[in-house]
């Protein structure tokens, strides 16, 4: 009996995300650019591979990308409260206003991901907190209309439409700005983006390197999205050649969970790769066992939490808190993570290694890192013999294959 009834549960679970996810929409073809058939494309295939539920959400989704619109919000230090550019008024920029953008600033451009929009809270807190950093612009892609299709094939699929987007926005503003005097530093861009996010940082900054106007100085991943984009072509996906400085946080990795692939990509994207808690599972998601589908709900809670890791690092920096999300060289094994284990219980800091978060550009190390974070804000601050105890454990349960236990208790 226990055992039909676990079939039966996941049967139930794959019918619930196979009508959550897909969707019939009308297709536009997309621009005549990616109508060669020379041009790599973001196909999916590779969440079929183990994955019944990625089966049906590649059966049910559209073959072409589905042209949605995409909002703008622009933002600086002389008027934080951002001003929204509409889809329709981009021919002649009509809603915007100089004294909301100083060209003599470098810009930040935050994207966020699948189910997402640019008014949610994570979105205006992390605004926020880069103005009060330092003086800067800050442009907001809300891509929602793609982002909240029902079907994640079809959002991962419009990524490339949705950067040729910012690309031409970017572009219009640099018409609109033309002949404002000051030296303009505006076109020296930094993204930062998540989950899908962060992949589509990466797309939109290799179309950037053909126009010599925009230097692409530093991209942050924010758990780059895994589905769709194992093997893609380097055009479709974040790497550390995409700008001069990619630094990548790394929060939901590791095994399946009730059929469904980890959401965030294991493999190293940039220059610098944190892997919070060794990128599995964050302990400050705690879900209870019973809870329905607790597995995966403990996924999305990990997954969001990059976000959260990278706006503590510029409030403890604004506030002149003295707590830092300390990292240590990790080569992805259990005997590495256990010397980085003894170093942080013993309060060995690596010299050069960098701090995750805001200032992560600063020490010049290039290579692969743990950090431990906590089960509570500030998440900087965790038990160094439970909590670190804990990431063992789950670094253990990674590298045994026989090991088919809930990496997540």
């Avoid at 020379?38 to 969440?47: A, E, K, L, T, Y």
């Avoid at 042209?67 to 915007?96: C, Q, T, Y």
């Amino acid at each position: 009996m226990k055992k039909i009834s676990a079939k039966m549960l996941l049967l139930f679970a794959l019918c619930i995300f196979a009508i959550i996810f897909s969707t019939h929409c009308h297709v536009i073809h997309p621009p005549e650019e990616t109508d060669d058939p020379g041009h790599p494309r973001i196909h999916c295939s590779d969440i079929t591979v183990s994955s019944m539920v990625g089966k049906i959400l590649l059966q049910t989704s559209t073959n072409e990308p589905i042209n949605r619109m995409v909002d703008f919000w622009i933002a600086s230090n002389n008027h934080r409260h951002a001003v929204k550019i509409l889809s329709n008024d981009w021919p002649e920029l009509g809603a915007f206003n100089s004294s909301s953008f100083d060209p003599t600033r470098k810009t930040v451009i935050i994207i966020h991901g699948y189910k997402s929009a640019g008014s949610v809270s994570w979105v205006i807190n992390m605004k926020e907190h880069l103005l009060a950093v330092k003086k800067r612009n800050v442009i907001i892609v809300d891509w929602s209309d793609s982002s909240h299709l029902k079907n994640y094939v079809n959002a991962a699929r419009n990524l490339e439409i949705v950067a040729r987007r910012i690309l031409h926005f970017l572009y219009l503003l640099k018409a609109k700005l033309k002949g404002q005097p000051g030296k303009h530093r505006w076109n020296q861009l930094h993204f930062i983006g998540h989950s899908l996010g962060a992949q589509m940082s990466g797309i939109t900054a290799h179309l950037l390197k053909s126009h010599n106007y925009f230097t692409v100085k530093r991209i942050t991943g924010l758990d780059p999205a895994q589905p769709c984009f194992k093997g893609v072509h380097l055009s479709l996906r974040l790497d550390k050649e995409d700008a001069e400085f990619v630094d990548v946080i790394h929060t939901q990795t590791g095994k399946r969970v009730a059929g469904v692939e980890p959401l965030g990509l294991r493999e190293r994207a940039g220059h610098v790769d944190f892997y919070v808690n060794s990128g599995v599972n964050q302990l400050a998601c705690k879900v209870p066992k019973l809870y329905p589908l607790a597995g995966l709900t403990k996924m999305m809670c990990s997954h969001g939490m990059a976000h959260k890791y990278f706006i503590e690092s510029m409030a403890n920096l604004i506030t002149k808190k003295d707590c830092k999300f300390l990292s240590y060289p990790w080569d992805g094994s259990y005997e590495s993570a256990l010397k980085a284990a003894n170093d942080a219980r013993n309060n060995h800091r690596c010299a050069n290694c960098p701090l995750m978060g805001i200032e992560a550009s600063k020490t010049g190390y290039l290579g692969m890192l743990i950090v431990f974070a906590g089960r509570e804000e500030p998440y900087c601050e965790y038990d160094k013999e439970k909590d670190v105890d804990a990431v063992l454990r789950m670094i253990q349960k990674i590298e045994d294959p026989l090991d088919d236990s809930d990496i997540f208790n």
